[in-house]
């Protein structure tokens, strides 16, 4: 994108009004055109013969020069966007953008290329009847930040686990009470590590709480069931986006998604076959199938992945300083047994994803490789009694089964000289920092690293999960629920936030609470090269 305005905005200036919301309050069959719950913005009065918008807009993979914009129609027509570095979008730059039909449930993404470094951008989407350009939908604003420059700070949140366990969309948070935390953050970008939706994960309209109070979930037909057909999936993605406060918040913070398991089913892996007497459909590729689709059509994802088989893969660049590495830990992911087995056989990474891995992270020339991992590296996730769904099984000798895998890239790391190689994930429900050191190891061919949990956004809290001692971790902090499956209304909702000076290279960690509130931080010196 080429320079439109003399003046660039801040990096931290934050969109504010309620212009931000205008068009989003619609959805089909509302007579009002307003989303349940506490919205911020007024109700907006539909006009039948317009196309309208109505569920917000979203940004994602916003790196180097390039980004995604989404938005999804309420009938076929053609999304185009408007550019500017002025809020009041003067001198703006329009995007033509896909016409959007029933083939992807009318969402459609506008592919950015030639972006500028360092600022903000704004940009609105209308949706243009096909028939007549006139008509076209009131525009629906956002906010994207560009990648930073070569002296600028970056700053990303990152958490996972949304409307899991039964604990949905609550009208009296505004939708997900974690969301106004995260959104007075002002980050440049989220990272979603898993678990987008829980297409297992059934609501019902109220849930008591231990104190005698009740839980108020939004339903939807397609969350009263577990997820089989195409639409049910699309569904558990349109069931988030009622949240008020999480569409602004995606709105103002572009995203970078990876998916886990409840993007499909508890714990799947390929070829399974479920035993789950509430499936029809038992075969999990099947239904895999449909759940990826959706997660196309949802999530603004750039199509930069390398992978020949559809996983979602991909670097993302952030400057000088940071380089984003995120894995697809689930498309390839072997059975679950008791991951024993003494020879490696690319069971949660696959040769292929490792292979570009590691090429990849001894080209990056930037100061930091964050890698996010939609699995624990170190923690024990049982799956039933015998089986493991994790990397760790529990025995801290040599490594075994998927631990072969992962003991491969650490030890490619170590001999290319990469370091400064951090990595970030979510799943286990709980906030905890871990240290990795070959000291205290019985497999002792990498480099000490750290690794960071953070989550859940809106869900059950569980925790804490055993270490693993294979990879010699320790856990330098631990923030947990008191009982299995906690409700967000007690708290115990977590998002982690990472911050690289532009100046130093300092990378900083700071585990946050459902508030906001910092409840731990950890400062990590750049070692040289």
């Not at 459609?108 to 600022?119: F, I, K, M, N, Q």
């Not at 930069?304 to 952030?318: N, T």
């Not at 061919?445 to 949990?453: A, G, I, K, L, S």
Request: charged share 25%.
């Amino acid at each position: 994108m080429t320079s439109d305005s003399p003046t660039p905005t801040s990096r931290r200036t934050l969109l504010r009004g309620a212009a931000l919301l205008a068009g989003t309050a619609a959805t089909t069959g509302l007579a009002t055109g307003r989303l349940p719950g506490r919205a911020a913005a007024a109700p907006l009065l539909v006009r039948r013969d317009r196309p309208v918008l109505p569920y917000g807009v979203q940004s994602g993979d916003v790196g180097r020069g390039s980004g995604v914009l989404w938005a999804k129609a309420d009938r076929p027509s053609r999304l185009v966007a408007e550019i500017s570095r002025d809020p009041s979008f003067r001198k703006a730059r329009t995007v033509r953008g896909p016409v959007v039909t029933p083939d992807t449930d009318l969402t459609g993404r506008l592919v950015l290329g030639d972006l500028p470094e360092g600022v903000d951008l704004h940009y609105r989407i209308r949706a243009v009847d096909l028939d007549d350009h006139r008509a076209a939908s009131e525009p629906v604003a956002g906010r994207l930040r560009t990648a930073p420059g070569r002296r600028d700070d970056v700053r990303f949140l990152w958490s996972g686990d949304i409307a899991g366990q039964g604990w949905g969309v609550n009208p009296a948070y505004g939708g997900f009470r974690i969301a106004d935390a995260m959104r007075a953050r002002n980050a440049d970008f989220f990272l979603c590590s898993g678990d987008n939706v829980y297409a297992d994960g059934p609501v019902q309209a109220s849930v008591a709480l231990p104190d005698g109070s009740t839980w108020q979930n939004l339903v939807i037909p397609e969350k009263t069931k577990v997820a089989e057909t195409l639409d049910e999936f699309r569904g558990q993605y349109r069931y988030n986006l009622m949240a008020d406060n999480w569409r602004a918040f995606l709105a103002e913070t572009a995203q970078v998604s990876q998916w886990d398991d409840h993007e499909v089913t508890n714990n799947w892996y390929p070829g399974e076959i479920l035993t789950d007497t509430r499936y029809t459909e038992k075969r999990v590729d099947v239904l895999a199938a449909r759940a990826q689709q959706a997660f196309h059509e949802y999530l603004p994802v750039a199509p930069i992945s390398p992978d020949p088989e559809g996983r979602v893969y991909r670097v993302i660049r952030f400057g000088h300083h940071l380089d984003l590495f995120v894995l697809d830990m689930r498309t390839h992911k072997d059975p679950n047994t008791g991951n024993r087995e003494p020879v490696g056989d690319g069971g949660v990474l696959g040769g292929t994803q490792t292979r570009w891995l590691v090429r990849e992270l001894e080209r990056s020339r930037a100061t930091w490789k964050v890698i996010a991992a939609d699995l624990p590296l170190g923690l024990v996730v049982p799956d039933g009694a015998t089986a493991q769904e994790g990397i760790a099984q529990g025995d801290p000798g040599a490594p075994l089964g998927r631990e072969a895998d992962i003991a491969r890239v650490l030890t490619a790391l170590q001999r290319a000289g990469i370091r400064n190689h951090v990595w970030l994930t979510a799943d286990v429900h709980y906030t905890a920092a871990h240290h990795y050191s070959p000291d205290r190891a019985a497999y002792q061919d990498f480099d000490p690293f750290w690794e960071f949990v953070s989550g859940p956004l809106n869900a059950g809290a569980f925790g804490p999960n055993v270490l693993d001692g294979t990879f010699g971790p320790v856990a330098d902090f631990v923030a947990a629920p008191p009982a299995p499956n906690t409700s967000p209304a007690l708290g115990f909702q977590f998002f982690g936030e990472v911050e690289v000076d532009g100046r130093t290279g300092q990378l900083t960690v700071t585990l946050r609470d459902v508030d906001g509130a910092a409840i731990y931080t950890r400062t990590l010196d750049p070692a040289a090269r």
